[in-house]
Every structure is written in C-alpha cells, then in structure tokens.
C-alpha cells in the first residue's frame, strides 16, 4: 500500500451512500427539537465536510441548498475527481472539492476562515489517532461560536465481541500482495475453517456466526473499508464527548432524533436509571450499555445557547414538513425496548392526513381543528417520531423552492443518466426538503421512461428492459438473477406498478420530478 493511504483501504473506492444526518435541515431540526440556537439551514451558511468518500452526499446537498457553500475534501484523489465531475456535469458552483489531508485542508486558501457545520461521517473510528488530532485541530481554527459538529461512529458496547473478530480477519489477509479482495478473500478462508474448528469464541458469543456470515455476504466494498484499514477504533461515547471538550464543543444530542423521545427504545426503569445520573456523558454512555449501541451519531456545538420562549415558538411555527412515503403505507408503531409500540392514530392520523395534502408548515397544520386540539407539545413530538421513523422529513423554507428546483432538476438529470448503465447512485435530491430521497436504479429508469412519453406499467417495464437487456444485465431477486426475458418483464411490471402508486407521488411532492 503507497505512503499517501496512511494505513486507509485506497485500492477499492467506498460505496456512493447518502446518509441524511448530514443534511442541514436535520441538523437544524434537531438543535431547535431540543431547545438550543444552532444554524438555520434557511440562511447563508458554510459547511466543511471531512473524508467525503465518493462525494455523493455533498453532491446532492450541495444541489439541493444552492444558499451553502459547501467545502468537502477526502484523501482519495481519484474518488474527489468522480465527485467532482458530477458536480461539473450538473453545473453545481457552490461546492469545492479538495483531495487534501485534514491539515491540508485547513490550510486550503480557498478555505473562508470560519464555517458554521463540519461533518465527518464514517471517518472518526477509521482513521489513526494522530488524524482523529487534526479534526480537533481543524475544529478548534474553523468552526464559528454557535456552529455544530456532526460526527459519528462504531461505539461500545455493541462492537465488544466483534472487534476480535475484525482483528482476526485483518491478521488472517496479511501478506497478500494482491489487493484488498484478495485480503478478503484470504481473511474469509481462514475464518471459516476457524469455525469449522468448533471455536470456543464463536460458540460463546451468541449470533456472531450469523454476524459474520453477513459480513462476508456483504458488499464488498463497504467490508473492505469498515473491516480492513489499518486503524480501526469503537469508542465509548463519553471518550469522544472529551476529546471534542477539547475543541470547546458541548454535545448537543443525537441525530437519531428518536434519541431524544421518551419512552422510545427504554422502558420506564431504564429511563428512571438514566434521570438518576448527573453527568451528561456518563448518561450517554450508560445508555448504549443498555441498548448495546453500536454505532453513533452524535451532533456537537461550540457554544450551548438555549432558545427563548418566543424564539423557538416563531421557529417551531415556521418548520415546514413534508411527507417522505405515501400515507397509506406509514405503519401506526415503532420500535420499542421490548418489541414495538402502537402509535396513537388520534394523534398520528391527523398528522399524516394533513402532510398528505402537501408540505406545510406547524402553524398550517395548527389551523386545522383536528390537529390544533392535539397541543403543540404532542404534535412536535409526533412529528419528531416521523421524523425518525424516516415517514416524515423537515423542509426548507418555501421562499427558496424555485431557486432550489433548478440545482436539483440539474443533478436529477446528471444522476438519471448515470443509471442508464450504472447502479451506484440509488438517490435523487429534494428542493423541498433540501436532502436526498432513495430512488433505486430500477425506479430511476421509470422516471427516464415517464419523460420518454411512456406512462403505463407496462410500457415503464419495456422501457427499463430495453436498456438493461442491451447490456446483457438482468433484475435480481431474492440475490439471484432472474434469466427469462418473460420473468424480468414480469418483475418490472410489478416494481413499475409499486413505483407510480408509492414513489410516484411522493417524488411529485417534493419536488424531485
């Protein structure tokens, strides 16, 4: 592996993922859902995002919030140049890409000297602990009193009996010269016989078999930079909670927003436990040990103000939100710590009735008596439930959605042409909500038919057929290859008529049509 890597897996590219904590409508609703003044995604803002990976999140929220500037950099030259020319491709200015090291970067002259979001995702745990510094250090120069830091990463508990099993994976693919598939490849022989040998490790820690089975079912891709990088830490949250005291940042909450809902993922017990403890990180902390958490993603600000009265109640009423699937298929319950939990349709449904219709804002919504007669606390807690349960989205405000249009009509278009022969981009971007909306690649080719002029089911199946079956490609099902032209048209038709009755209007909805 050449020196630039620093121990970082360089010869397979990461996934093209979108991860929408990254997003700054969430991150703004998240800071005003628990009382403290942070950035409005509304206004002219500057955000840095550290270790971008392919890019494509930037992309779209770049397209989709053309009032941010957006500087992103990552080390991986040849990932920064895909990024970079789907920017191009869309005419997308307000965004800079940079393939610099994190003390690089913040030496960059295009750089403005500060910058209201920093974001790293997937960086934190991945990289050595001389790199996790320069974030500090980077945090400490950049960062703007009253900005928010996102970052997440693998945590304990929920990594304790799995961190000696990527470390003897990494071990089992040393001395392979061959690449990191070759790694992989050589790691999996070894542990597979490692388990044919009735390994007391694997027997003793129920469901690491099926654990590991997934992982070498996984793609390989995403294995190869969760599995095998040189560096590779779980942390404690309270161990990052001080390691950004050091950079001046308080914790603001998780971008989880269900997190922050009571009742939601502990019983009664648990939640007395936790309101028994004084210290913020040991609370935290001890909260992962009671859901096993395994991954984190936490928001940081540099200066903890809470909201006055008046200040949130004129935020809160101008939130607007949106729909993110159709009505009829949001499922009335949630995840609970001892199963699920049934919703309560009196609240749910007039919410859900009302956001059908089209976004609107909390004070649209309160107009209407059968949602006024809820109160504003039930129905802010409501909507931050559909929020995290992913039903719901926070929006922008409408005043921007003809300027925001454009940008993403642009990327939209770029990304639609893309799936002519590609897979890797499964997102388009929202003006409405300023974020990105998964839309498979099957989906995308109806969408690239509807604007061929074809309309019904069956013609959206031949359409999608006709270019796939040119490239010698087939649907897959259930993780095998439909082979009969018939049974791939049958497929398609089924997925076509999924799309228009479920994706169709919500696409239309926001926008991204």
């Not at 210290?279 to 009671?290: G, H, K, L």
Request: with cysteine; hydrophobic share 40%.
């Amino acid at each position: 592996m050449v020196s630039w890597t620093d121990g970082y897996v360089a010869d397979i590219g990461y996934t093209h993922g979108y991860y929408r904590e990254l997003s700054p409508s969430l991150l703004s609703f998240v800071s005003l859902f628990r009382g403290i003044s942070g950035p409005q995604a509304d206004q002219t803002l500057t955000y840095c995002e550290l270790g971008c990976g392919q890019g494509f999140s930037a992309n779209l929220l770049a397209a989709a919030n053309p009032h941010i500037r957006f500087y992103v950099t990552d080390f991986n030259p040849t990932q920064i140049a895909g990024a970079k020319a789907l920017a191009d491709e869309a005419g997308t200015k307000n965004i800079h890409f940079y393939d610099m090291s994190f003390s690089e970067f913040e030496a960059a002259y295009e750089l403005p000297e500060y910058v209201d979001i920093i974001a790293f995702h997937g960086v934190y745990s991945w990289i050595s602990a001389k790199n996790r510094e320069e974030i500090l250090k980077f945090i400490s120069k950049k960062l703007k009193i009253g900005g928010i830091v996102y970052c997440s990463y693998n945590c304990l508990p929920g990594w304790a009996s799995v961190t000696p099993l990527r470390k003897l994976m990494v071990l089992a693919g040393k001395g392979e010269e061959a690449g990191t598939k070759a790694r992989l490849n050589k790691a999996f022989s070894i542990v597979d016989k490692i388990i044919e040998a009735d390994s007391r490790y694997f027997q003793s820690h129920s469901g690491l078999k099926e654990r590991y089975e997934g992982i070498k079912s996984g793609n390989k891709s995403y294995i190869s930079h969760e599995y095998f990088n040189r560096d590779w830490s779980a942390f404690a949250h309270a161990d990052v909670a001080e390691d950004m005291a050091r950079a001046k940042l308080t914790y603001l909450g998780s971008a989880n927003i269900l997190d922050h809902i009571p009742g939601v993922g502990l019983t009664a017990e648990q939640q007395k436990l936790l309101d028994q403890i004084d210290d913020p990180f040991v609370a935290e902390t001890v909260r992962d040990y009671i859901t096993n958490q395994q991954f984190r993603r936490d928001i940081y600000i540099k200066g903890s103000v809470p909201l006055r009265s008046l200040q949130a109640e004129q935020l809160w009423l101008g939130q607007r939100f949106a729909l993110s699937q159709t009505a009829g298929k949001i499922q009335l319950k949630i995840k609970a710590a001892h199963g699920e939990a049934a919703l309560q349709k009196d609240v749910y449904e007039p919410i859900i009735e009302a956001l059908a219709q089209g976004p609107r804002t909390v004070r649209e919504m309160s107009e209407l008596p059968v949602v006024s007669k809820l109160g504003s606390g039930r129905l802010r807690e409501a909507l931050a439930v559909l929020v995290g349960k992913g039903d719901c989205q926070p929006c922008l405000s409408p005043e921007g959605d003809e300027v925001r249009y454009e940008r993403t009509r642009a990327l939209n278009k770029a990304i639609l042409e893309r799936a002519k022969d590609s897979s890797d981009l499964n997102w388009l971007c929202s003006p409405v909500t300023g974020a990105g909306i998964h839309v498979s690649r099957a989906f995308q080719l109806f969408i690239l038919g509807l604007y061929e002029g074809r309309s019904e089911t069956r013609d959206l199946a031949e359409y999608a057929w006709n270019i796939l079956s040119s490239q010698n490609q087939r649907i897959v099902k259930n993780g095998k290859p439909i082979i009969e032209t018939a049974d791939n048209l049958v497929e398609l038709e089924e997925r076509a008529s999924k799309f228009t009755e479920e994706l169709l209007p919500i696409l239309k909805m926001l926008r991204v049509l």
